[in-house]
């Protein structure tokens, strides 16, 4: 009676999990298969015959090639140095620091950043950026990009800076390090993979970004990925299926790989973690 | 080598007083022993010293110098954290050497330095780990060496023991009682531990709520405790203490009366109808007959047999009072029974918890 | 330690908080207040507007709350109908219930099935906007697409999901898109639980269910807020249904987001635009403070 009962246990187990699986894994299910099709069409068909055909004719699109390889790269790499840069050494302070506050300061500035965000904090964004001249610039892009993560990267960090004992900095402090030489030498090596995670999750976040360079960039040169996507269309305006699913594959492998990359390094647990 | 002194020292975290009015010395090449509760502000003056916190009123002094004001940098102590502070991302050689390095000592010359006190402390074979890669015993060896590697004028430890498991602690306590001798460095060491202080320190400073209740060599204070604290603080079990008025020449309780005659130098002070406290310590208690004087009666409440010696509790006037007895083979007592003790033992306190002195 | 220890000189402190703050400062905190000075001019992009904006008063919120269009198709008050459901179905019903399932189901297990269950989840989540969407077309096509391939297995007649249910369709997709974030985070809150707690529960005889309601829900009440808080703040302001529908078909899927959107960038009416945006803020923030104002309460009630 009990091996019965452990059975069905099993059994139901497997069969919850399977449909969680199917939930998730089935959206997606075309866009694996679709790429390497010959023939557009919207169905999940293993691809028959296999073809890398239409990966060819992506890379054969200069203006597509170019927003990939160079414009979302220049705007996610861009956007991660100097949010990692600023987020460090904002949540270094605001651990290390007496300032006021700093608890409801953290949380406030990621609701807030939750609030003025979207399309509403888009309206004055534009405008601020075509006041300074910003407009269809990469600079305009990474600035915008910067602005809206960094409360919740600062957040985030945070969660790690907290997290070391501060010990290891008194103790260098108490070995004679100068406050720089104890930043250098202790701190930011200590900190190093906080600003790995942040810098992944700025780079994918940036790198997936749709409204923010949609709005603020006008000329084909300078768009990413994300936005040149809507550029496969026949003379007639109907997207072209075996190039649109291609590019998005290609364009969708960074930011898996980089998940792998965290999940295997560090494991992928919750930083205290957002995700805007 | 210097001396270390403490003038008026008070520190204030907003409206808590940690460190309140504290004025002490030691001197040079002394160990000292902090010990009190968790609270007491012991880690705190221990903070001060190494310029990791700033009193808010009174001065420090390291030797001649007032460093009061000075960064830690510009004191020159080495310190021993509770948890290491091992840096995780360098060897235990780089470790060793950071002091030095940041005095801008040479690459090979660092190596030197730091191969030779590990060679001291027995760790000289783990230069090339890393601190996740050794024991904890390793570990707590590695700070002690970093602490030392350049030779500073004052040793802070805090609580350095007590991240080890039992059998380790006793090993590195006489480790780095032994260490301290020989380097005959002035040291600090903080602990809530009282064995650790008693077997460790020239002099104990025993410490309750951010203020210095006494200060002497461990045995004087453990066997003249100036409080009912520093009493029921130092000793394992800790000295018993009973609540007796003191009426017509004889401490009395509810269940039992005590000639007080032979204190009455001490009680010469003392009103008529004072409540006071009497403590005797375990070790100076045996069981009772009928022919004893100085006698409690009371109720078996435990009998513990330890091996060379056995805890027995009686509950006396609604206290517990307990006596050590040394012998191979534990009381079998049950029911009533009574305790009795020789009164050149008993120590009295008053009403506001200090010691009554003899005169 | 009852005091936290500074390592940090309060000056070098706000010399390492002063870039960020500067960024923060003006791309979170200008931009609320610009918005609000915008919305009361009828600024807009071209022509004597856009140099010359003129202050007309409350008349943009006026027209946004005109009672005698507010319901109709692709006004306000129809909008933020639109928003309200979505924002209860796929957030609070879907993301933070599917999310809850997935970490209790999930909770003190190990090993391939749980891994793969819960990466699939976190793939959907993380893979950029534009590519879920284009995803979710082909999965919803009336013809080709595999929903309806699906039904079709099961003698379940095809449905037409983007023309005829095309609010289901957004709620579905959204859901589907941000679970994982619930997850990670149940996960992370039922991963805090001593253990002993549950084995105290199981000693006195607790069922699952029993557990679950006694044990666990209590146990993560702050997190269940704090992922109520930003699941509803972030499917509120959205673009994602844009990119699934534009908004169509005939203004059904039009979110707040996408109307501002329509507004603002398509017709460049910046004083409307700004209106909206300004209202959409005034009830995040409402959003905000009331989640905010149950997190203390439970935090004083413990």
């Known amino acids: 009676m009990r091996v019965v009962k452990h059975v069905l246990g099993r059994v139901a187990f497997y069969v919850v ?89 953290s949380y406030g500035l990621v609701l807030f950043s939750s609030i003025v965000t979207g399309t509403a904090a888009m309206v004055p964004i534009f405008l601020l950026i075509f006041n300074l001249g910003l407009i269809d610039t990469h600079m305009g892009v990474i600035l915008v990009f910067t602005g809206g993560l960094l409360p919740a990267a600062i957040f985030i960090m945070r969660d790690f800076v907290d997290s070391i004992p501060r010990s290891y900095e008194e103790s260098a402090l108490v070995a004679g390090a100068s406050p720089w030489g104890m930043f250098r030498d202790i701190a930011l090596p200590i900190v190093r993979p906080g600003m790995m995670v942040v810098g992944v999750w700025t780079f994918v976040n940036v790198w997936g970004g749709f409204l923010v360079p949609f709005i603020l960039l006008r000329s084909p040169t300078k768009m990413p990925a994300a936005v040149a996507i809507y550029s496969f269309y026949t003379e007639g305006g109907t997207p072209i299926i075996t190039l649109t699913t291609a590019y998005a594959l290609l364009y969708t492998l960074p930011v898996l790989a980089l998940y792998l990359f965290v999940n295997w390094k560090y494991g992928f647990r919750f930083f205290g973690g957002i995700k805007s | ?105 040479g690459q090979a010359e660092r190596r030197r330095r730091a191969a030779e006190v590990a060679k001291n ?64 460095v002035t040291s600090l060491y903080v602990t809530h531990d009282q064995a650790e202080a008693m077997a460790m320190a020239d002099r104990v400073a025993v410490m309750d709520r951010g203020e210095i209740v006494q200060f002497g060599p461990p045995l004087e204070v453990y066997r003249q405790p100036a409080t009912t604290f520093v009493a029921n603080f130092l000793g394992s079990p800790p000295m018993n203490l009973l609540s007796v008025r003191y009426a017509g020449g004889a401490f009395a309780s509810s269940t039992f009366e005590l000639d007080a005659s032979p204190f009455a130098g001490r009680l010469r002070d003392v009103r008529d109808g004072s409540e006071l406290t009497l403590g005797i310590r375990p070790e100076h208690v045996r069981m009772g007959g009928e022919g004893d004087r100085w006698r409690i009666p009371g109720e078996v409440y435990a009998v ?39 009164p050149a033992h008993l120590h009295v306190f008053g009403q506001d918890g200090r010691r009554l002195a003899a005169r | 330690m009852h005091q936290r220890r500074t390592i940090l000189p309060l000056r070098t402190g706000l010399l390492f908080l002063g870039p960020a703050a500067l960024f923060i400062g003006a791309f979170i905190l200008l931009p609320f207040f610009w ?33 005698s269009t507010f319901m109709n198709p692709g006004q306000f008050g129809s909008s933020l109908v639109i928003t309200g459901q979505f924002v209860f179905w796929s957030a609070i019903v879907g993301q933070a219930v599917l999310g809850l399932l997935l970490a209790w189901f999930f909770y ?12 699939l989840a ?69 991963g805090s639980i001593p253990p002993s707690y549950l084995e105290t529960a199981d000693v006195a005889g607790a069922g699952p269910w029993q557990r679950l309601k006694d044990i666990i829900l209590p146990l993560i009440r702050t997190h269940i807020v704090t992922d109520l808080i930003l699941i ?68 004083s009630s413990r």
């Not at chain 1, 605001?94 to 409801?104: E, H, T, Y």
């Not at chain 2, 102590?77 to 390095?101: C, E, R, S, W």
């Not at chain 3, 003190?108 to 990466?119: A, I, L, N």
Request: charged share 15%; aromatic share 12%; glycine share 8%.
């Open chain 1, 17 to 105: 999990a399977a449909v969680f699986a199917a939930v998730f894994a089935l959206p997606l299910l075309w866009l694996v298969f679709a790429p390497f099709g010959s023939r557009a069409t919207l169905s999940v068909a293993l691809p028959d015959p296999f073809t890398l055909s239409n990966f060819g004719r992506v890379f054969a699109n200069t203006f597509a090639v170019r927003a990939l390889f160079q414009n979302s790269i220049i705007q996610a790499v861009g956007t991660m140095i100097l949010v990692t840069l600023l987020a460090t050494l904002a949540a270094y302070a605001l651990s290390r620091a007496p300032i006021r506050g700093r608890d409801v300061l």
């Open chain 2, 1 to 105: 080598m210097a001396n270390v002194t403490f003038r008026s020292i008070t520190k204030q975290f907003g409206a808590f007083t940690a460190v309140n009015d504290v004025s002490f010395e030691i001197a040079d090449g002394e160990f000292v022993c902090l010990l009190g509760p968790s609270g007491c502000g012991k880690t705190t003056t221990l903070r001060m010293i190494a310029g990791l916190e700033q009193p808010t009123s009174g001065r420090i002094l390291i030797g001649a110098a007032d460093v009061t004001e000075a960064k830690p940098k510009e004191r020159d102590i080495g310190m021993v954290f509770q948890d290491y502070a091992l840096f995780p991302h360098m060897t235990i050689a780089d470790n060793i050497a950071y002091p030095l390095k940041v005095r801008g000592v």
């Open chain 2, 121 to 184: 402390l027995s760790i000289d074979q783990l230069l090339d780990r890393r601190p996740g890669q050794i024991s904890g015993g390793q570990q707590q060896r590695t700070s002690v060496a970093r602490a030392v590697v350049h030779k500073p004028k004052v040793y802070l430890f805090d609580e350095p023991l007590s991240n080890l498991d039992a059998k380790l602690r006793l090993e590195a306590r006489s480790f780095l009682k032994h260490l301290q001798r020989e380097l005959g």
């Open chain 2, 304 to 342: 513990e047999p330890l091996g060379p010696e056995s805890l027995v509790t009686l509950r006396v006037a609604g206290a517990l009072v307990t006596a050590r007895l040394f012998g191979d083979d534990p009381p079998t007592a049950t029911g009533a029974a009574s305790f009795a003790f020789d």
């Open chain 3, 35 to 67: 918005i609000a000075g915008v919305s009361f001019t009828n600024r807009t992009l071209t022509g004597a507007t856009a140099a010359n904006p003129q202050f007309v008063g409350l008349q943009n919120y006026l027209k946004l709350f005109d009672l």
């Open chain 3, 108 to 119: 003190r297990r190990s090993g391939w099935v749980k891994e793969s269950v819960q990466t």
């Open chain 3, 122 to 190: 976190i793939v959907a989540w993380i893979i950029p906007d534009v590519v879920v969407a284009f995803a979710w077309n082909a999965f919803l096509d009336y013809d080709g697409g595999t929903l309806n391939w699906l039904f079709g297995l099961v003698g379940l007649h095809k449905v037409d999901w983007l023309l005829a249910m095309p609010l289901l369709s957004i709620v579905l997709f959204n859901a589907w898109r941000g679970a994982a974030f619930s997850m990670l985070l149940f996960s992370s809150a039922l």
């Open chain 3, 232 to 299: 509803t703040l972030w499917t509120f302001n959205t673009f994602g249904p844009f990119l699934l529908t534009g908004g169509g078909p005939a203004f059904k899927t039009e979110v707040v987001s996408v109307l501002t959107y329509r507004m603002a960038f398509k017709y460049f009416d910046f004083g409307t635009g700004s209106a909206l945006g300004m209202v959409m803020m005034l009830i995040n923030l409402g959003f905000a403070l009331v989640y905010l104002g149950l997190l203390r309460r439970q935090g």
